[in-house]
């Protein structure tokens, strides 16, 4: 497959444990929030996202949170399987002066569960 | 099936030879996206495009062009190829509307374009 980061900070976790993985952000101005997982030789695969007007959201076996008032956003995975085993990125939406929206990347960290 | 394609997968060119990544997406969605991807780099922005004609740079534009023709194609061209644009190239489409719900700004990932600049 393909390689997706040959320097990533990497996340080891025992399956059933529960997994946090953590980002920070750069732009105060950024309301919009969303985790990717992406597996070997894959595409980034949408898991969950938060709106600046939320400090918690709530999926299937998966959080994010949201502190605004240090810039950090985390996701938690409760009961780690196998299959969550991947490179898990966060990314940030923002602004353009000219009214478009981009979006900015996290580096990534790897999360490795063993059995 | 919904999905978003890119041709080719792998390419293997020399510098400055004028090449094509092409990205389709059946979703009729608005939104597209080229992304870099790079060791240790995550995931960059090259350009994007809220609709049709509507086209815009993105954090590392340098040295690609794209256009926006008709809804369902984003082609990203590289006019004259070099070596540090070796990378994996990801293009990606959402519905938009990022006041929606998730829905509308959940992004489809084509399954990557591995570039080798020579």
């Known amino acids: 497959g393909e390689s997706v980061g040959l320097h990533l900070p990497t996340l080891s976790v025992q399956e059933g444990d529960n997994s946090i993985i953590n980002c920070a952000y750069s732009n105060s101005a950024s309301d919009y929030f969303i985790w990717y997982k992406q597996e070997s030789g894959k595409g980034p695969q949408f898991i969950i996202d938060?709106?600046?007007?939320?400090d918690k959201r709530q999926g299937q076996r998966v959080t994010v949170l949201l502190n605004k008032t240090v810039k950090h956003l985390s996701l938690q995975i409760a009961a780690t399987q196998p299959g969550d085993s991947a490179v898990y990125f966060c990314?940030?939406?923002?602004?353009?002066?000219?009214?478009?929206?981009?979006?900015?990347f996290g580096t990534g960290t790897r999360l490795k569960v063993l059995a | 099936e919904a999905q978003v394609t890119q041709n080719p997968r792998y390419l293997i060119t020399v510098t400055g030879k004028k090449l094509t990544v092409t990205c389709s997406q059946n979703m009729n969605h608005e939104y597209m996206s080229w992304y870099r991807q790079d060791p240790g780099l995550g995931l960059r922005q090259i350009y994007y495009?809220?609709?049709?004609?509507?086209?815009d740079k993105g954090d590392v534009p340098e040295g690609y062009k794209v256009s926006r023709k008709e809804k369902r194609n984003f082609p990203l061209i590289l006019e004259s190829p070099s070596p540090n644009q070796t990378s994996l190239y990801f293009c990606?489409?959402?519905?938009?509307?990022?006041?929606?719900?998730?829905?509308?700004?959940?992004?489809?990932f084509g399954p990557g374009t591995r570039l080798t600049v020579l």
């Open positions: 990314a940030e939406n923002r602004f353009t002066t000219s009214g478009t929206y981009k979006y900015i």
């Open positions: 495009s809220m609709n049709v004609e509507v086209t």
């Open positions: 990606a489409s959402s519905l938009g509307g990022l006041a929606g719900p998730s829905s509308y700004n959940e992004q489809f």
């Open positions: 938060i709106r600046s007007n939320m």
